[in-house]
């Protein structure tokens, strides 16, 4: 049977998952698309046979609706969340979950509470090779984990209009996915402190207004592991995801960015052509998560991410915004 | 509207592409499973959604049916293509279309006859960078082609039983997807003639009752290019399947193998996990092909791949059959 | 005219020195091997044609030497350094060229009094794919340098007796390469400070005393790149020496670890062979930097790696050590 | 004891061998360089301080010359070779040894009557990753060889003048690196018989009067392996040189183009810079068989590469030619 899942929040993320859930995941249902604004809901729902609607107090109600998406502005996440497990659907959630670590503790309560699912979009986890590289590393292949990288850039110029992207988002909204991959690579560990250094490179005019654009961060985990994650939002060659584990038995590494296995070879060299589109590049990882929160309603388990995962890497991300306060190093909640 | 799709043939490939044209491609509906074996089709239909039924009549009088993807065996190709034109199907047939020149034009002259689209499964077409590639060629990218290669390795360690094996298969059945892609990515150009060199070196012993499991077949262009394709039925690191065609101004190459962007390092070097099964390799390529055909439908267009291509691809193998006979060079029939 | 130079200190890296200026080296011209040790001098100095010494005072008095190359051990190298510039010789010392930068400060005002060329072994510079790196930045190729990385990872299970190597070494031996590397990949800006994290994860039990064999360092620059430099002691898969640098413009990466183009795939997918020593592996930069070394000497110009390169490296330790005991960030001396 | 050798050959191969002895081959002593155009010798011997000769007598007739290295012009191989040896010298002589089997047979006869060394410039097998390739292979590491696949692709735009070139030139000096290749890395087997097709596709105009520019080689060896030798005089993105081995246990490939581990990733993509000169690409394997040849010589052993080999690369190629004249199948001399 498959599961009968409602989108909320028909923007661009909204319509990849509408159209993985409708056309890639054979455990979903889509059944509706909400959006608040006039006409957004129908041009997605429309080509994949769903309802509209503008109202989530309609998809609440519906007792033919098991669960929702949620892939709504960040600020309507924590809402969404409690008010949809207090209605007994199971909740996906976009990252981050909440915009605090209050806001993700209340969200991972009520869901509990309620009984139902609750999972977060860290969809790297769902990418074939960061998959591969868990499946090695909980194999024992690396040894003790020692050292580990994450990085996150986005293609293209950086953001049209920097001063309008809300601040610390390179840690709460982009990290966040460097975070919970590296939380998730080092099992059995917990972050223990970190180490922010950002800053304002890509627009250096709102370095005053602190809207930071590059950002290294170190983490100390508990088994002594040394991680540092990245991040840049203008990479001009395209996207930008890698990880590299570095064990006392070898090392793994993930990320290619070439769209496809073709190389050109010609008077300039040999090219391999890299991705400018999330949806294109992690479209594999996308179908994944969301055929994982499917999967877990209809066996009646937890999912693969949970409300403690995204507890977890929000708490890194808030050290890291106390770190930028204070410059120096600053322990982890738990 | 999607396309009302029945899939004759419930074999391994024939539930691949069921789960395919159900999960994969929107613009399919999978009605009906066939297969003559007691309860074949039923395991495949089940999970899907889809008829179960034992015979192709009903699927051909049915005209909820709009077309038929055939995954049957290959003896039984040219018979379901012309039945099912005559029935007014669309087809979408495995590769080869039939196991002669003469039943392949038969059967391009029944869908034509009948106004239906017809499509062979040269899939090759579908991979990521092979179509990459001939973006680059038609965009005269590598300038004039003057050396190709394609080449097509299966994994593991050859045929349980090579003597069951139908004689010339690795030239009708394996080394015609290269065939195809030969003629394909040297646009405007028709193979002239070939030279086959062919052996069982996989199992000698059955080398003297011809079943050869290792060829290299030499094309010659009608625009000079000189052509090389290659097989062997056991390649002990997986599916090899790749493409290099070297132009007056570049050469383009396709095929990675490694099964994703994962490398472990360790004390043995740096590795790639490569393969070993071609519906994990090559589902990108057949959800594209189905997809293509569903939208030639649609669009009442011909499809990507025509009957026109099963028949210059055959012409090519039946020259290499011809060559294997004489030992010297045959010209390819027009 | 070849430089005549003298080679102090017939270790392992000396031996590989001195046959390398006898036998790669046209430029130069090996005329004594000194060492205090009965007999070893004999051994590198023998089959390389040139002069056996042990004391190096003759070599210094000789009007026949034009140069000396230090290999001695790191405690000898600064009095070397000084003794044989008053000497008048010119001067070739492996890093670090002192164990303060005191004494880096007297060597270079020492070599610098007497007129001499004076060149510390930061290699990596002559290393092709590096060299090739710093040709594209200083060209502008990748635009504003934004985020840098070096590493350096030695090859095998970590040294045989970590509470043998000096304290610090990580900082002041392993990293200083990647200290100079990454100050001369980001050209026109200087570290402004550092912050260091660093453990004995490869031998835990030497915790406590302060062996320290795994690091991560962050640097800022005054042009506001943010640089990250790695070591470990022990890379079960070789030795592991990388680059990535990230500008506005684009990023280009170096260090590649296979030893040779070879591929081997095999059941165990495809595999590179990884390299185990460093006499292998960087056998063409020892080469580069010797021979640029003789160079600047018959072209009576300082070398492409000075004094002042080695206190700018040296200072970026000094602030790491300084960061370790304060725990947090520490300006870099200028 | 270093051999003292005389290059015979001052053009742009013979300057290069000349640099190699005199600067990177520790075995060897270059004592002269001998050519008979009036300055040429000098410009190479001076700056390496060798003598310079216009006589090859003069050479022959010295007592303190132990062995010559030909890079003269093809045409006279054989007579430098024959004229070497009954002075007593040892040769390396660049391919081909001679202008047909019967010269290359001479000249075997010659040096073996003579009792002294005579290797032939198949420096391929120096290459370190053919080099590592052949290890594996004759370690059984791959198994039954089954399909072989060796190519030489020149850089650049093709010929000047595509009518001077001799007739037959890309079997006899071009492809004759890859009938050696492909002799040395099915070790125990041999050329059976060989197929070649060729054409003017770079120069077409010159395709009646013979002068051949691509070319396409189908071998067949005794223990069933099937090989293709491929060769272009144009690769518009530099040296092209790759070797790929397959076996029944695995395969090796060799050749890898880019001239650095650089990578610039930028708006284009990602790419790496290829070779466009073989004393660049080449260096490596220059330098190793010229090593080999003064070591055999030190050693009083044959050296890795005998006029066997020369003899047995040779009658492929002279087999290639009788092909393109017969159209078919012809067997290999033994």
Request: proline share 4%; net charge negative.
């Amino acid at each position: 049977m498959p599961v009968r899942v409602a989108l909320i929040g028909a923007g661009r993320i909204g319509a990849s998952h509408a159209e993985v859930l409708a056309r890639r995941v054979p455990e979903a249902d889509l059944v509706a698309v909400v959006d608040p604004r006039p006409g957004a809901a129908d041009l997605v729902a429309g080509p994949l046979g769903a309802t509209a609607l503008t109202s989530v107090d309609d998809v609440l109600a519906d007792p033919a609706v098991d669960a929702v998406v949620v892939a709504a502005a960040t600020t309507a996440h924590h809402d969404l969340i409690t008010t949809a497990a207090a209605a007994g659907k199971h909740v996906f959630c976009e990252k981050p979950a909440g915009l605090s670590l209050a806001e993700i503790d209340a969200a991972r309560t009520a869901t509990a509470d309620a009984g139902v699912v609750f999972q977060v979009g860290f969809n790297r986890r769902f990418a074939a090779d960061f998959a591969a590289a868990h499946e090695l590393i909980t194999g024992g292949r690396i040894g003790e984990v020692q050292l580990m990288r994450s990085l996150t850039r986005d293609p293209g110029t950086g953001p049209a209009d920097p001063g309008s992207v809300p601040l610390w988002t390179i840690f709460t909204q982009t990290l966040i996915h460097d975070f919970d991959t590296l939380n998730w690579l080092n099992p059995g560990a917990h972050a223990v402190d970190v180490l922010a250094t950002a800053d304002a490179l890509i627009a250096p005019g709102h370095r005053e207004s602190g809207h930071l654009d590059t950002a290294v961060v170190v983490i100390r985990y508990s088994n002594g592991a040394i991680a540092i994650a990245e991040a840049s939002f203008a990479a001009a060659y395209g996207y930008d995801v890698r990880g590299e584990i570095f064990g006392s038995g070898g090392m793994v590494t993930m990320g290619e960015g070439a769209t496809t296995a073709l190389r050109l070879h010609d008077i300039a060299g040999r090219a391999a052509f890299t991705s400018r589109s999330d949806t294109d590049l992690m479209i594999g990882s996308y179908t994944g998560e969301l055929a994982e929160f499917c999967r877990a309603i209809q066996e009646k388990r937890p999912a693969a991410v949970t409300g403690d995962d995204a507890w977890a890497a929000y708490a890194i991300a808030q050290a890291c915004i106390d770190s930028m306060t204070s410059g120096g190093r600053v322990a982890v909640a738990r």
